[in-house]
């Protein structure tokens, strides 16, 4: 936190030096003293905090450690000094702790141009307390990458954001979803110039379309022109070359895009879920036509409760709540195959909360949805799958469909912190940066590079199996990104902490971002995208 004074709505919060009275009356030597005795607790009354003399000293260290909301409250919880009205500005009544949050979330780019009434709004949606508004913006920011570098493996193209919001793309370019104002194929990553000085945070890719979000809330769409065209499908008849900003968006602050078949949505930074051309008001709840650009709000369960992060599968979403009794995963669309993780493969129309979590104790962090599959990491690491099992998806042993949430037992030994799901298939990525893959091997898109003898078939597999190939990058990883599509031209991107981007699976439009050699159409090992990302 700084310690100059404050003078706009997003600067940080004033030091104050405040003298203790007390101290100043008696000799040094008295003073040293007296501080020796007062050790945790003081020698006045208990739950009096040794460094109550200089509480802007307090305030400072609370914040430039970026604790977690959840030590905030603690601190609360077990000491009155930090529940106490501070006396500080911008609003005397707050406690300590409030404060340390307050100015934690005036640091954050989706915080920074709200309004004072917007602010008040956001933090009531949030539950009341800036402790929780701090923690709904921070489980987003762990959950997409955003303002972070990323890397998104789209169906035959591939976009790269650098951790400054430059966006790189490179493959298939039928539609223009490349950006670079033509048709052409590239091979090698090349930057889109004509977002010079805007800042991209977060990325989607869908068959031939492009969306990017910027750190001003803006959505810029290129490839068909059309929200709800079906994948590969020839609705659209017109193609937009260059990003485009999406008009109907721009009175919502959108920090999240997701594309799924036959519909998009996006998230706004309140937490509302907006989508696009869902097509029958049996799936969203709202009635649009295929082509239709006008944004819908989700309605149902979602409408009160604030979402963090969303991720669109084929022809159903799902939406990562954040409330102040927890995390919380809810689905809507369609059931087949039951990916929609109530038990049943009946579709919902509406938002529906999977119970299932709660019976499993376990508190959601992260969200994936794949073709026919979704998976969920917990805040304690384990790893749930659901939906369709084909060809392993779910990394359960077998290929059984799986109508509820059920825990990964083969990852028992591993604490996770990130997933991604694909057209039947997985990645999980552990806390210690190892990567481990389950499901269809074709296109070698697993990173295992193991060939079925007798013919040029990969090998599916049907536990988690650590991706050796990673593994020998000696490289600590952080995001996974595979091609979340129903065609067999899956690849899939590996991004290091340190930014560098490795990419393996099929190649054959130049999504990998190098050139094969001759009559190769996939590489089944990891191979460096000669690309910082940092």
């Not at 009531?124 to 709904?136: A, D, H, I, Y």
């Not at 991004?495 to 560098?500: A, F």
């Amino acid at each position: 936190m700084d310690a100059t004074a404050s003078r706009g709505a997003s600067s940080s919060l004033p030091l104050h030096l405040i003298v203790d009275d007390t101290l100043a009356l008696v000799s040094p030597l008295q003073q040293s003293f007296q501080r020796s005795q007062r050790l945790c607790f003081g020698d006045a009354a208990p739950g009096e905090f040794p460094l109550a003399a200089n509480p802007s000293i307090v305030l400072h260290v609370l914040t430039s450690c970026n604790l977690e909301p959840e030590d905030l409250a603690h601190l609360e919880a077990t000491c009155t000094f930090f529940r106490k009205p501070a006396n500080f500005p911008p609003d005397f009544d707050l406690s300590m702790s409030e404060l340390a949050a307050l100015d934690m979330c005036q640091k954050r780019a989706i915080f920074k141009p709200m309004t004072a009434h917007e602010r008040e709004l956001f933090k009531q949606r949030c539950g009341g307390s800036w402790k929780l508004v701090l923690r709904f913006i921070m489980a987003g920011e762990a959950c997409c990458r955003r303002e972070k570098s990323q890397a998104i493996a789209g169906p035959g193209h591939s976009i790269a954001v650098t951790a400054s919001g430059a966006v790189y793309t490179f493959g298939s370019n039928n539609s223009g979803q490349l950006g670079h104002g033509n048709l052409e194929e590239e091979w090698r990553p090349r930057v889109i110039r004509s977002l010079q000085g805007i800042r991209i945070i977060q990325a989607a890719a869908g068959a031939g379309r492009t969306m990017l979000v910027s750190d001003a809330g803006r959505v810029y769409a290129f490839g068909k022109d059309s929200f709800g065209e079906v994948e590969y499908g020839g609705q659209g008849s017109r193609v937009v070359t260059t990003p485009q900003m999406v008009e109907s968006l721009k009175d919502i602050y959108v920090v999240q895009a997701a594309i799924g078949n036959f519909f998009t949505a996006v998230l706004s930074r309140e937490g509302h879920v907006y989508t696009f051309s869902w097509g029958n008001d049996t799936r969203l709840g709202h009635q649009t036509e295929p082509n239709d650009v006008q944004p819908h709000l989700l309605t149902g369960a979602l409408e009160n409760i604030p979402v963090v992060q969303i991720a669109a599968g084929y022809c159903y979403l799902l939406a990562l709540a954040c409330q102040p009794t927890g995390m919380s995963v809810y689905s809507v669309g369609c059931g087949l195959g039951g990916k929609l993780g109530h038990g049943s493969r009946t579709d919902e129309k509406y938002p529906r909360l999977i119970e299932q979590f709660q019976n499993l104790n376990i508190q959601p962090v992260v969200v994936a949805a794949g073709a026919w599959h979704a998976a969920v990491v917990g805040k304690d690491g384990r790893v749930c799958t659901w939906g369709w099992g084909r060809y392993g998806c779910l990394g359960h042993g077998n290929e059984e469909c799986e109508s509820v949430p059920k825990v990964v037992e083969a990852l028992s030994g591993v604490k996770a912190v990130h997933v991604a799901t694909g057209d039947y298939t997985t990645f999980v990525v552990s806390d210690k940066g190892d990567v481990y893959s389950f499901g269809c091997g074709e296109s070698s898109s697993l990173g295992h590079n193991t060939i079925i003898e007798g013919n040029n078939r990969h090998t599916n597999v049907l536990s988690p199996e650590l991706v050796t190939s990673l593994k020998r990058v000696n490289e600590r990883m952080v995001q996974i990104s595979l091609t979340n599509s129903i065609y067999w031209n899956a690849h899939t991107f590996a991004l290091t902490d340190s930014g560098k981007l490795y990419a393996f699976g099929a190649g054959d439009k130049g999504q990998l971002g190098t050139e094969l050699v001759a009559q190769q159409s996939e590489r089944g090992t990891p191979e460096r995208v000669e690309i910082d990302l940092n």
